[in-house]
């Protein structure tokens, strides 16, 4: 038994090679008879199957059921080589031994690829001539690269593939002029005896767990299957509430990578922030507030609005004018009537350095702030005397604790430096010297809990010189 497969457009347009072929051919069937395709062959259509099946499984079954009669030929709407019932109807042709054959509508080598069953159920198809090719934007599409005119080419070609595939990637190589193929692993695409102008390649589609680089796109649809019917336990349980800490340690981690300047662990701890937000999105899909499209969306409507100076007509030769511009739109946006109003915009989730800092730099913006950093000493010094007042009073200091604080953020920050960092710093090198406390304490057979505090303050002097 053979099959022929063939494509009219999608407007309907049968080829006169189609029409040929169907005048030789005894049962020829249409996938829809939705347009006029003037074909003057008697013929019968799938229209009756679409109308009665019960979903796109029992519609591709019984298609192909109907299909499965000797010269045949099925001509699919729109391509074939992207028609899930033609693929099917390979595949099931191929398994019973039969034979099937695909008319060219697009790529010659494409169609070869299809019948000999190379790749099925593809969700799209990507075409490029091998001089121009550069990159592969997504693995999920069959990838079609013709041109491939000398060895040379070739043997560029697959090191540019490699990126995106593995070695034993199966791939079809095609002379669309004589009509010889051969399919081998991608290490040997530049093995082949000879090359020309009508050799082209085709690779199928990667599996998800198999990809050797992942897009976004594939990072949404991880998440999809983590929370699925079938998806994982843990992941399917969380909530926005319960990710909250996660979002807020990854953010940290990102930051010590940054501070190491690890750049493998800076894009592995992106990684898992970005997974945070893909999972909330996928939360909020879940309960029909907001999909991974509306966030895309806000960011980028975000820096389009607020970059005026790239995407409109506002001027902004320096950093400093940027900021002003910035500031100015997001008020705008937020309808903050007052300073007050943006100030009470920022998080009170934040840390208590951050805010703090932040507040202290939103109040300057309308000159609320020391005109140079000696007078915030200043009121340093004082909110430490009211520190040691409270202490005699024996009074009760989380007041005056708390002032002694934002003042110490004013000073830093005065000086241009960031508050939460410069703690961190400190905490760290804390940690270091007091690391080298214990370590002098037991060279000197010190008790640390029972020695006084001049041998530690010893001690922490030494460890202090060791740094």
């Known amino acids: 038994m053979h099959i022929t497969i063939a494509s009219m457009s999608q407007n309907g347009i049968i080829s006169d090679e189609v029409k040929r072929i169907a005048a030789q051919t005894s049962n020829v069937v249409i996938q829809t008879a939705l347009f006029d395709n003037m074909l003057e062959t008697p013929y019968t259509t799938l229209d ?6 019960q979903n796109f499984d029992d519609l591709t079954e019984k298609s192909c059921d109907f299909l499965m009669r000797d010269n045949t ?11 899930a019932i033609a693929l099917a109807l390979v595949s099931r042709t191929r398994k019973s031994g039969d034979t099937v054959s695909v008319t060219p509508h697009g790529s010659t080598a494409l169609c070869m690829a299809m019948q000999e069953g190379i790749y099925s159920n593809p969700s799209g198809i990507s075409l490029y001539r091998a001089p121009a090719f550069e990159r592969v934007t997504n693995t999920d599409n069959v990838l ?27 791939v079809f190589l095609a002379n669309a002029k004589d009509g010889t193929s051969e399919t081998l692993p991608l290490y040997e695409l530049d093995s082949a005896a000879d090359y020309a102008y009508y050799t082209s390649v085709v690779l199928p589609p990667v599996p998800l767990e198999k990809k050797l680089r992942y897009t976004f796109a594939d990072l949404v649809t991880v998440m999809d299957k983590l929370r699925g019917k079938n998806g994982c336990p843990w992941d399917k349980e969380q ?73 409109g007509d506002a001027i902004a030769h320096t950093p400093h004018d940027v900021i002003k511009n910035w500031e100015v739109i997001k008020k705008e946006e937020k309808n ?22 932040k507040v202290q730099h939103k109040a300057a913006h309308v000159g ?9 000493i200043v009121k340093l010094r004082e909110e430490i005397a009211e520190v040691e007042a409270d202490i005699a009073l024996g009074r009760d200091m989380y007041d005056e604790c708390g002032d002694l604080l934002f003042s110490a953020v004013n000073v830093v920050r005065m000086l241009k430096i960031e508050p939460e960092i410069a703690l961190q710093k400190a905490t760290d090198k804390f940690i270091e010297r007091f690391a080298h406390v214990e370590t002098l304490a037991k060279k000197q057979k010190i008790d640390m809990h029972n020695c006084d505090i001049d041998q530690l303050e010893e001690l922490w002097n030494n460890a202090k010189k060791m740094r």
């Open 48 to 53: 009756e199957i679409f109308e009665s099946a």
């Open 73 to 83: 030929l099925f001509i699919t709407l729109g391509d074939a080589c992207q028609n």
């Open 144 to 170: 079609v690269i013709d041109e491939i005119d000398t060895q040379t080419a070739a043997s560029e070609l697959k090191i540019k593939l490699s990126r995106y595939y593995d070695d034993e990637h199966t």
């Open 239 to 311: 909530t926005h509430d319960s990710l909250k800490r996660y979002l807020v340690e990854e953010s940290y981690e990102v930051l010590e990578s940054i501070d190491d300047n690890d750049m493998n662990a800076l894009y592995d701890e992106l990684g898992d922030v970005l997974l945070q937000i893909v999972f909330h999105a996928k939360i909020a899909q879940q309960h029909s507030e907001f999909d991974v499209s509306d966030i895309t969306s806000a960011i980028c409507n975000k820096m389009i609005t607020r970059h005026t100076h790239i995407f």
């Open 336 to 357: 903050q009537q007052s300073q007050t109003d943006v100030i009470n915009g920022i998080p009170k989730t934040m840390p208590a350095l951050m805010r703090s800092g």
């Open 368 to 376: 609320f702030d020391f005109r140079k950093v000696d007078e915030a």
